[in-house]
T-cell receptor
Framework: DTGVSQDPRHKITKRGQNVTFRCDPISEHNRLYWYRQTLGQGPEFLTYFQNEAQLEKSRLLSDRFSAERPKGSFSTLEIQRTEQGDSAMYLC????????????FGEGSRLTVL | GENVEQHPSTLSVQEGDSAVIKCTYSDSASNYFPWYKQELGKGPQLIIDIRSNVGEKKDQRIAVTLNKTAKHFSLHITETQPEDSAVYFCAAPLPGTGRRALTFGSGTRLQVQP
């Protein structure tokens, strides 16, 4: 399978715990995006990497959220001290380096905070 | 997303009929308008896109039209089939990110009745 893969697919945690999601983009794609999607809404932009550099971060993103892409390949998204409002689907997407173009999404990691 | 408004939120049609979904955007400098289809349990997938230098683009049963003056664009699906049932999202470049990221509409759930 050469698509975008995300792990885990589903995470259930208690409020206050930390969680980490991993994304493996399509190998030749150097742009990587994290989005969040809640029920009945469209994906909401969180952050964007070009290679290992984090170039954009939503101003709405809490400082409890941090993302890394240390070698310009896979990426991790960590949420510290989770809150019930963090419950959502976290989507990763990748694209080839161009100004705008097709985003290839993974199937997402669903977070449930109890 | 705050920069893209999408209507209707739900749409039910009979198999073989046409379906039209409309979006408006606020950033007059936007130049790229994709449409994504999301099936249950999967990430969104690009189905068609249009750039601002053209007014219409077709791909088999799917077409997108763009009115830059009015700042709206529409998705047209003709001869609908049950497998067209899904949630459809319009998107536009997200201002403030150098247009590297997309902002999505809230989605239209299309149900094609056999």
């Amino acid at each position: 399978d050469t698509g975008v893969s995300q792990d885990p697919r589903h995470k259930i945690t208690k409020r206050g715990q930390n969680v980490t999601f991993r994304c493996d983009p399509i190998s030749e794609h150097n742009r990587l995006y994290w989005y969040r999607q809640t029920l009945g809404q469209g994906p909401e932009f969180l952050t964007y990497f070009q290679n290992e550099a984090q170039l954009e971060k939503s101003r709405l993103l809490s400082d409890r959220f941090s993302a890394e892409r240390p070698k310009g390949s896979f990426s991790t998204l960590e949420i510290q001290r989770t809150e019930q409002g963090d419950s959502a689907m976290y989507l990763c997407a990748s694209s080839i380096d161009e100004n705008t173009g097709e985003l290839f999404f993974g199937e997402g990691s669903r977070l449930t905070v109890l | 997303g705050e920069n893209v408004e999408q209507h209707p939120s739900t749409l039910s049609v009979q198999e073989g009929d046409s379906a039209v979904i409309k979006c408006t955007y606020s950033d007059s400098a936007s130049n790229y308008f994709p449409w994504y289809k999301q099936e249950l349990g999967k990430g969104p997938q690009l189905i068609i896109d249009i750039r601002s230098n053209v007014g219409e683009k077709k791909d088999q049963r799917i077409a997108v039209t763009l009115n830059k003056t009015a700042k709206h664009f529409s998705l047209h699906i003709t001869e609908t089939q049950p497998e067209d049932s899904a949630v459809y999202f319009c998107a536009a470049p997200l201002p403030g990110t150098g247009r590297r990221a997309l902002t999505f509409g809230s989605g239209t759930r299309l149900q094609v009745q056999p």
